[in-house]
Antibody, heavy 120, light 110 residues
Framework: QVQLVESGGGVVQPGRSLRLSCAAS????????MHWVRQAPGKGLEWVAFISYDRSNKYYADSVKGRLTISRDNSQNTLSLQMNSLRADDTAVYYC?????????????WGRGTLVTVSS | QSALTQPASVSGSPRQSITISCSGS?????????VSWYQQHPGKAPKLMIYDVSDRPSGVPDRFSGSKSGNTASLTISGLQAEDEADYYCSSYSSSSTWVFGGGTKLTVL
């Protein structure tokens, strides 16, 4: 079954860290770039980060640069997001999404998301 | 990395057609043919409806179509159905190898 399943969300205090994971199955994970996209409660979608299929390229939204780090393990079909120095405005549902090849247009497979709440 | 501009809401009656606009700049929408559109029902994950401005993934009805002129992309839904009621987001690849979304449009089927 082709799917992405996120985990690791929860309630965390401001300034603390959290690590999200995304387990991929049903497709050749090592062939695709992967993204994290978030959605604050009642708000729109915000692109967060991208990692290329071979980990050679990583790109971040300005709002998370220097605090969030994307990584992947192709041997385990797993995508991760290390979140440090968390702030209240990082509160959101975090989705992992599969990129397309060869075009950079479109996230064609999404997980159900994991909720991160940053609150004291 | 400024968000793309979409109308907050649009509405239409069953069997009618509606168009949602998505305005950007020459650094994103106008600079690349890499615009995509997503449908999101409440409490659900987004679903890809259009990629590369006007291509549809397998399984998406041909009632959904996309286009672009200059810095503005558009999503048209013809023959509106009740199940089309949802939030719609545009997205574009942007300079510096980043991606940007629009603020979202709530479609109401009257």
């Amino acid at each position: 079954q082709v799917q992405l399943v996120e985990s690791g969300g929860g309630v965390v205090q401001p300034g603390r860290s959290l690590r999200l994971s995304c387990a991929a199955s049903g497709f050749t994970f090592s062939s695709y770039g992967m993204h994290w996209v978030r959605q604050a409660p009642g708000k729109g979608l915000e692109w967060v980060a991208f990692i290329s299929y071979d980990r050679s390229n990583k790109y971040y939204a300005d709002s998370v640069k220097g605090r969030l780090t994307i990584s992947r393990d192709n041997s385990q079909n797993t995508l991760s997001l290390q979140m440090n120095s968390l702030r209240a405005d990082d509160t959101a549902v975090y989705y992992c999404a599969k990129g397309r090849i060869p075009s950079p247009s479109g996230f064609d497979l999404w997980g159900r998301g994991t909720l991160v709440t940053v609150s004291s | 990395q400024s968000a793309l501009t979409q109308p907050a809401s649009v509405s239409g009656s069953p069997r009618q057609s509606i168009t949602i606009s998505c305005s950007g700049s020459s650094s994103d929408v106008g600079g690349y043919n890499y615009v995509s559109w997503y449908q999101q029902h409440p409490g659900k994950a987004p679903k890809l409806m259009i990629y590369d401005v006007s291509d549809r993934p397998s399984g998406v009805p041909d009632r959904f179509s996309g286009s672009k002129s200059g810095n503005t992309a558009s999503l048209t839904i013809s023959g509106l159905q009740a199940e089309d009621e949802a939030d719609y987001y545009c997205s574009s690849y942007s300079s510096s190898s980043t991606w940007v979304f629009g603020g979202g449009t709530k479609l109401t089927v009257l």
